[in-house]
């Protein structure tokens, strides 16, 4: 990383350095939260969870070879500078702030209610066919999450797409002070966590919170499909750059052809130029996502041939509309989350394919008063784009299963007990509904009864 010395770290927290003056200029070459993840010069953050505490762990940290620990008690016996905070939690915000400050680079910002990951993952795709580009890993897009992404940049980067998720108004302008945007791109504005945000118009607010820190002169990448975000005529005094499938965004895309599993080719157009490119992914949307990369890679000064190579190479990360073929059946695999706009967009994602169509949909979490009726509602979408089973699992989903005239199962082990009457070699299954339903133990069950025999 780059050089960042102690002095530095306590200035920025504000947290009191305890140990000796000549120590105060060592620069660290990493920041862990986790122990085992310790090398020689990292800065230990001691953080109390539900479940261990980091304080526990300091001096086992030092010998490890941490010259560091910002906490929030004084270890005992520390045989090495520590740096005392109110908040751990708090203060790595306040140091990852000053790192950043750090580096004069372009700085994505990703949100939206759908299609963060893949975007992100598009953007970096693309950007990276110019730049040494870093990359927000896994989920770590919340508020310990987006610190540490930060913090972990590499001294050599040269561009940084950063994923920022939120569930409630502040947070936003949270990670916006942290990242500074010089780019801010939201992919949607739809129905999740509406049990903080209250509506859509509560969504849209709390999402372009990220305005509010965007560095100065900062560029705002939009999707223009979305009824609210296009209400946007300026931000902080910039026109903002729409993106989406009608003509009339300033990026848009012509012959979109859905191929299974070859993915998707496309023509993606903008200022008189036309890119034909093929999307490795499965998803009506991903043609979205790689408009809104393709117009930051030309913001960055990307050539044609960059950006098509960079749309080409995208990968898909995690259970995120993955696709499993396990010889008998394919898998869409889906499952790290759900509200009711990416449901419905995975519910089209199903009716491209060939052959006879299963959706497994579960309970979608944070949806506040209106949650039953979203359901329902999601449960007659299914229905209408001719999906022939549909499977609803958990308490909430009964009024999915409803609004599809679909099969309901309490739990996620009773459809696993279920599946060999329900689904048949050839069919494609789509598996979603919010993480904490722990549908990936349903695609592992499909992969196991219908994987190829040896």
């Known amino acids: 990383m780059k050089h960042f010395t102690l002095e530095e770290i306590a200035a920025a927290c504000k947290g009191k350095y305890v140990g000796s003056e000549s120590e105060k200029q060592t620069a660290i070459t990493s920041v862990e939260r986790d122990s085992r993840q310790i090398k020689q010069g990292s800065l230990f953050l001691a953080i109390k969870g539900e479940r261990v505490d980091g304080h526990n762990y300091i001096n086992k940290c030092f010998e490890s070879g941490a010259v560091c620990a910002v906490c929030e008690k004084a270890p005992e016996n520390a045989s090495k500078p520590y740096i005392l905070v109110d908040s751990t939690l708090e203060a790595v915000k306040k140091i990852a702030k000053a790192y950043r400050n750090k580096f004069d680079i372009p700085v994505v910002g990703v949100s939206g209610s759908v299609g963060k990951t893949s975007t992100k993952e598009m953007l970096y795709a693309v950007l990276s066919q110019k730049y040494k580009t870093h990359k927000t890993q896994g989920n770590l897009n919340n508020e310990l999450g987006v610190p540490l992404t930060l913090l972990s940049m590499p001294e050599d980067t040269q561009a940084a797409v950063i994923e920022m998720g939120i569930s409630d108004f502040g947070e936003m302008t949270r990670l916006s002070d942290m990242v500074r945007p010089t780019i801010c791109v939201i992919t949607i504005i739809g129905c999740c966590h509406l049990e903080n945000l209250g509506d859509r118009n509560g969504v849209l607010k709390a999402k372009t919170e990220m305005f509010k820190y965007a560095a100065e ?4 990448i939009l999707n223009g499909d979305d009824d609210k975000l296009n209400t946007i005529t300026q931000a902080n005094g910039k026109k903002p750059i729409f993106f989406g499938f009608s003509d009339n965004n300033d990026y848009y895309a012509e012959n979109i052809q859905n191929n299974g599993e070859g993915g998707i080719s496309c023509t993606l157009c ?8 093929t999307i490795p992914a499965i998803g009506s949307y991903m043609v979205s996502n790689a408009l809104a990369a393709v117009a930051a890679g030309k913001l960055l000064g990307l050539s044609d041939d ?5 749309v080409k190479s995208y990968k898909t990360v995690g259970s995120r509309a993955n696709l499993i073929n396990t010889g008998k059946i394919r898998i869409i695999d889906d499952c790290y989350n759900a509200n ?3 449901v419905k967009a995975s519910i089209d994602t199903l009716a491209n394919f060939s052959g006879r169509k299963v959706a497994i949909l579960g309970d979608m979490k944070e949806l506040g ?8 509602e999601t449960g007659e979408y299914a229905k209408s784009k001719g999906i022939d089973v549909i499977i609803a699992v958990g308490p909430l989903a009964q009024e ?3 609004g599809a005239d679909g099969e309901w199962f309490e739990s996620a082990e009773q459809v696993k007990s279920a599946i060999p009457a329900l689904i048949n070699e ?6 979603k509904a919010s993480h904490s339903m722990q549908f990936e ?5 499909l992969t196991e009864v219908f994987g190829n025999e040896n």
């Open 217 to 220: 002169n900062a560029d705002y």
């Open 270 to 277: 903008f200022n008189n130029t036309k890119l034909d490119v």
């Open 306 to 310: 960059q950006l098509i190579n960079g």
């Open 340 to 342: 009711p706009t990416s």
């Open 369 to 376: 008063a209106d949650e039953l009726k979203l359901h329902y």
């Open 400 to 402: 999915l299963a409803k």
């Open 426 to 431: 050839g069919d494609t299954v789509l598996v």
């Open 441 to 445: 133990n349903i695609v592992s069950h």
